[in-house]
């Protein structure tokens, strides 16, 4: 009878035994699921948005960052997300940048691309610019950039000479156009970026054809940069641009009205007078020949490419069009010029626009 008994109790061990392995393989199971579903499961939620942006700029902490994420309204379980970042040290690795995050991102992929600072890169863009106040306030409004630092560096003449710039031509660099670069890249990175782009802008065929037209690429563009300022119209542009070549051959005054606009800083100008004309600076193309020192705004690509295909002809004034459709009227004579420009006066005259 006792070994009966022992077999019975045995038995009940084994039993036990295999209901308690098979609880411990259910609840590491369990356990597995649990850690996959906070690591690892989708935590982000988009909508119908493809991607959302994160920027943390320098002066942010864990706590903001978190913040920013929870107010989003993008992430499904907070308290996940914060478990992950936690057990990630992300706390202490907080590095600015502007991310871009994925609809159904996991907590981990989300965490292991802030705490490695893999962003995003950011197209900028600038045009219709004038001064390197505005466009350094342009590119600040952009990136994680200092408005005061562009402008510093775009007039330090040492550190411009090694891009073979200096205070007044250092506009010339950025060249119209869009570009990628990171949110927090530094004034002195940009900048180089840009002369790299403007040398690759500047390539072989083109340094030729400015030489071929007695040109340097800094005298190209600021030409371009006036013949820009005289017409929105590409096709008009080669035509202009032979214009001014001729005068500038010929040693005539430019006379271009948008220099002296741009002399006195006050673009609000729509019609220059005597009085304007009157105002002393190297830009007043009207009382000094040849090209101003600088350009009169970022002369785009095409402009560019204009005055290096100028149109050769034998006209050396133009006049804006009376019918105010943008183009303009050109004359080879003097004489010729004064009627086309009576006209597109009283046309303004009748529209009382006298300034």
Known sequence: MPQIKSKTSIRHIRRIAVIVAACLVFGGLAALAAFYYI???????LGDEEYAYL????????EDVIS?????????????????????????????GRYRISDRMSNNRLVNMLRAGMQHP??????????TEELASSVSGQLMLDSAEIINLLNDNEYLEELGMDSITS???????????YWTI??????????????????Q????????RGLSPVEAGILASIVQSETNKREEMPRIAGVYINRLERGIPLQADPTVIYAMG????????????AFDSPYNTYMYAGLPPGPINLPEPHAIDAVLDYEEHDYLYFSARADFSGYHVFAETYQEHLRNARQYREALNELRIYR
């Open 68 to 96: 920013a994420l929870d107010s989003s309204g993008h992430i499904t379980n907070m308290s996940t997300l914060k478990w992950v970042a936690q057990r990630k040290n992300y706390p202490s690795r907080i590095i600015p």
């Open 39 to 45: 690591v690892h499961a989708p935590n982000v939620n």
């Open 55 to 62: 920027t943390i700029s320098q002066d942010k902490t864990y």
């Open 266 to 277: 006050d673009f609000s100008i729509r019609r220059v007078l005597n009085q304007h004309l």
């Open 205 to 212: 065929y083109r340094l030729e054809k400015a030489s071929s």
């Open 122 to 131: 950011v197209r900028i863009t600038f045009n219709n610019i004038r001064t």
């Open 186 to 203: 530094s004034g002195r990175q940009l900048i180089e970026r840009m002369g790299r782009e403007y040398s690759r802008f500047w390539n």
């Open 171 to 181: 506009k010339l660099l950025f060249i119209p156009d869009t570009y990628e670069v």
